[in-house]
């Protein structure tokens, strides 16, 4: 069955650096598009980043261009979040989602989430 | 940027009754695009309708969308006791491309 296993979640301090991973399997990962999506204690979704399925094409959300980057490994079956400059606004559990090749519109599968913590 | 409003923001109904969500947006949104999904406390969500009407799969035909342009509605048509969670509309925009989520409706137990 789909599994997507996140971790690398932790406390940072402000202005710090955190380097997320998403282990998929159950699928074929290098036929999925795949995203990032986080929501903060007690609050709504928000989405973060996407990056197709080849990694040719990368989107961000406009509160985190700049400071974070999205990648993938194929061959690992693995996505990743790199993330720098850390803020308080940050803090949120990170979750890793599936989007099927030729519906880039929806999340179809989602992992249960690594929560991240900036604080001083 | 589309902005996604879901009402009410908490739904209180004994199980057995009919929900109603209702996802409103700010512009015209493709019904392609409009998705519905359900977190319960401590998970992650779960994707429920697609396509503004198209259920995933394993998804009990109890649940229902519906509509088209600014309004969408997600009807449950007699509540389980495992359906009272919170549910998120989504849509997605293509210029440029971006994933939006409605703030969420909480439907509890009455």
């Known amino acids: 069955q789909v599994q997507l296993v996140e971790s690398g979640g932790g406390l940072v301090k402000p202005g710090g650096s955190l380097r997320l991973s998403c282990a998929a399997s159950?699928?074929?990962?290098?036929?999925?598009?795949m995203s990032w999506i986080r929501q903060a204690p007690g609050k709504g979704l928000e989405w973060v980043s996407y990056?197709?399925?080849?990694?040719?094409?990368?989107y961000y959300a406009d509160s985190v261009k700049g400071r974070f980057t999205i990648s993938r490994d194929n061959a690992k079956n693995s996505l990743y979040l790199q993330m720098n400059s850390l803020r308080a606004e940050d803090t949120a559990v990170y979750y890793c989602?599936?989007?099927?090749?030729?519906?880039?519109?929806?999340?179809?599968?989602w992992g249960q989430g690594t929560l991240v913590t900036v604080s001083s | 940027e589309i902005v996604l409003t879901q009402s009410p923001g908490t739904l209180s109904l004994s199980p057995g009754e009919r929900a109603t969500l209702s996802c409103r947006a700010s512009?015209?949104?493709?019904?392609?695009?409009l998705a519905w999904y359900q977190q319960k406390p401590g998970q992650a969500p779960r994707l429920l309708i697609y396509?503004?009407?198209s259920r995933a799969t394993g998804i009990p035909d109890r649940f229902s969308g519906s509509g088209s342009g600014t309004d969408f509605t997600l009807t449950i048509s007699r509540l389980e006791p495992e359906d009272f969670a919170v549910y998120y509309c989504?849509?997605?925009?293509?210029?440029?491309?971006?994933?939006?989520f409605g703030q969420g409706t909480k439907v509890e137990i009455k």
């Open positions: 512009q015209s949104v493709s019904s392609s695009y």
């Open positions: 989602a599936s989007s099927a090749a030729g519906s880039l519109n929806y999340f179809d599968y």
């Open positions: 396509g503004a009407s």
């Open positions: 989504q849509q997605y925009g293509s210029s440029p491309p971006t994933w939006t």
């Open positions: 159950g699928f074929t990962f290098s036929d999925y598009y």
């Open positions: 990056i197709s399925s080849s990694g040719s094409t990368i």
